[in-house]
Structures are given as C-alpha cells and as structure tokens.
C-alpha cells in the first residue's frame, strides 16, 4: 500500500479532499490526542479501538465516532477508491464493504 497504493495521484488527491489522515503505530509511544482530549500513545489508542493488525482503515465522523473500518490492505488502487467512494457516499450505512465492492466489480467494464 505504501509504495503502490498511497502515492497514486488519484488516491492522493480523493483522500486528502475527502479526509484528514493520520497514521498510528500500534506499537509506538508517540503520544497523540484523541477525539474526546485524552492523551496516550499511540498503542494505548490502538488498543482502544481495537486494533491489533495492520493496516487497519477507521473512518470517523466529525464528532469522532466511528463509522466503518476495513482490515487489511486493498487488492489494488481500485479497490482503495471504492473503500474511499464507500465512506464518501454514506454506503456503509446501507451494506458492508464486501457487497458494495462486488457490486463495483459487476459494473467494473471488462
């Protein structure tokens, strides 16, 4: 993902348009604030919100509250703008990932 995936123009311009991004070592002590003011490091955080593999994606709302996550990398830069169209559109409140992105691929042209 990082040498395929996040440099990608389009990749790059969509998430920084549509998202405030950050990255979190799950076993780092650089201390971080979350949504609420509290301040721990960063695996203390990460295990707050449950994460114990990575790449782990969490989208938030504007108040902090999570909406969606994905585990695991994408396949592709595909895949990644669909996650990104997911969260975008408000998807994820109507289906899974998996089912939307089956839908993309159906309409997907050959």
Not at 21 to 48: C, Q, S
Not at 68 to 74: E, F, P
């Amino acid at each position: 993902m990082k040498e395929k995936v996040f440099p990608d123009a389009e990749v790059n311009s969509f998430f920084k348009k549509h998202f405030l991004m950050f990255v979190v070592n799950i076993r780092g002590d650089v201390e971080l604030t979350d949504f609420k003011g509290a301040v721990m490091p960063e695996k203390k955080y990460a295990r707050e919100k449950h994460v114990r593999a990575t790449p782990t994606f969490i989208f938030f709302d504007l108040d902090g509250n999570e909406v969606t996550r994905y585990l695991g990398a994408a396949q592709n830069i595909t895949e990644f703008m669909w996650l990104g169209e997911y969260v975008v559109n408000g998807v994820y409140k109507e289906m899974p990932f998996l089912k939307y992105k089956q839908q993309k691929q159906k309409e997907k042209p050959k």
